[in-house]
């Protein structure tokens, strides 16, 4: 029971921590998740970890949708369509996933997350969005990148906001506020799927997950309303978030290097 209480602050502490960089910037705030389950909760398995963060991820992803759906942010005909195809690649990537080495996927996690702090580091460039024909071709470069996002969402329990964003831009011509809405819908499909998944094999601790979404639930609501008011800082936080994630993924990088780069 000593030990009970500051595993359940700690899941709760990092949920909140992770909800809070959710609601306050949006993509690339939930990839915190694994590495604060294994190292900050005391996680011992990489495999429990990513089940329970893609689980946390998921109802966080779901419960943010409710307040976009409900400002109109959402393009619904093209959130369901992008979201059903790539649930296929998350099934697909999660079970590969499973099968993968625990210490030799946190290895390849730390580079993803090295990967993920470049892009939010990049300077954002204004975007002039105009509605794409809906053609063969766009139909089927829009399944591509779903089933891509899909898959890497799958196989590293993520969510995929910093992949699904740009890419319902890119093939369906909406403006951005519009693609980080119904870009939700996918990332939490994604991650249910990947929840399921890993849930038939046990992989995936209950308890914690409650107190890790409750944490994120409270943290969520903080981060959007301070977003509101630093709207005008939004790169300074972007480039502070980028900073902690290098720290973090070096970190992992550190931790699991002897299993990923055997001497």
């Not at 909140?16 to 998740?33: E, K, Q």
């Not at 870009?183 to 890790?212: K, R």
Request: glycine letters at 16%; a positive charge; charged letters at 5%.
């Amino acid at each position: 029971m000593i030990d009970v209480i500051p595993q359940a602050i700690a899941a709760i502490g990092s949920g909140g921590l992770v909800g809070f960089t959710l609601g306050l910037i949006g993509g690339g705030g939930s990839i915190l998740a694994t590495p604060l389950l294994l190292y900050v909760v005391g996680i011992s398995q990489p495999h429990i970890a990513i089940g329970t963060g893609a689980l946390a991820v998921s109802i966080n992803a779901y419960a943010n949708l409710i307040g976009h759906a409900r400002k109109g942010h959402v393009w619904w005909r093209c959130a369901i369509v992008f979201a059903a195809t790539g649930t296929v690649g998350a099934l697909a990537g999660s079970s590969l996933g499973k099968a993968f080495d625990g210490q030799k996927l946190l290895f390849l996690f730390g580079l993803l997350m090295l990967a993920v702090a470049a892009l939010m580091l990049r300077p954002r460039t204004t975007l002039t969005s105009s509605i794409v024909k809906t053609d063969r071709l766009t139909c089927w470069k829009t399944a591509a990148v779903a089933l891509g996002a899909g898959a890497a969402s799958g196989f590293f329990g993520i969510g995929g906001g910093f992949l699904i964003v740009p890419g319902l831009m890119l093939s369906t011509g909406m403006p951005m506020i519009s693609a980080v809405g119904s870009s939700l819908l996918a990332v939490g499909t994604f991650g249910l799927a990947t929840a399921i998944n890993y849930a038939v094999s046990g992989l995936i601790d209950w308890p914690i997950a409650a107190e890790f979404i409750g944490g994120g639930v409270i943290g969520g609501l903080g981060g959007m309303l301070l977003a509101t008011r630093l709207a005008t800082k939004r790169n300074l936080l972007n480039q502070i978030f980028a900073a902690l994630i290098i720290v973090v993924a070096l970190y992992v990088l550190y931790k699991n290097s002897a299993a990923a780069l055997p001497l």
